[in-house]
C-alpha cells in the first residue's frame, strides 16, 4: 500500500500557500499545478478576486486547469481595475504564457533565471 492507501495514486506534487503582504494576499505556488491542487486551493477557500500577485517560484509544472485559474484570477482583476500580478517567473514559465496565448493578460515581476 502507498502513502495515500491507494494502490496507483501517487502523493501530490504541487502545493500553495497564501501570505498576507503589505499590499494584500498574494497566493504562492510551488511544485506540479494541475486539476487536484486547483481543487485543493479552491477548497482551501482563497478567493481569487483578493490576491494581489501570484508567485510561481518553483513551479515545475502547470496544466490546462492551472492555467485556466490563472486567466480567472486576471479577468477578476481586470475588473477591479488592478493588474494581475505574476511573481518570480521564470523564463520557461513566461514562454508556457506565451505559448498559450495568455501573457498579455499578467505583469510579470522579478523574472529569474531558470
Known amino acids: 500500500m502507498d502513502v495515500l492507501g491507494v494502490q496507483g495514486l501517487d502523493p501530490p506534487t504541487g502545493w500553495f500557500e497564501v501570505v498576507q503582504e503589505a499590499e494584500g494576499p498574494v497566493l504562492h505556488l510551488r511544485g506540479d499545478v494541475d486539476s487536484p491542487l486547483v481543487h485543493d486551493i479552491h ?3 482563497v ?4 490576491l494581489v500577485a501570484v508567485s510561481v517560484e518553483g513551479v515545475g509544472y502547470i496544466d490546462s486547469t492551472g492555467l485556466s485559474m490563472l486567466v480567472r484570477w486576471a ?3 481586470a475588473r477591479c481595475g488592478r493588474p494581475a500580478v505574476i511573481r518570480r517567473a521564470t523564463p520557461r514559465f513566461c514562454r508556457v504564457l506565451e505559448l498559450a496565448g495568455i501573457a498579455m493578460l499578467f505583469q510579470v515581476e522579478e523574472t529569474r533565471r531558470s
Open 43 to 45: 477548497a482551501g477557500g
Open 47 to 50: 478567493d481569487e478576486a483578493s
Open 75 to 77: 479577468q477578476s482583476a
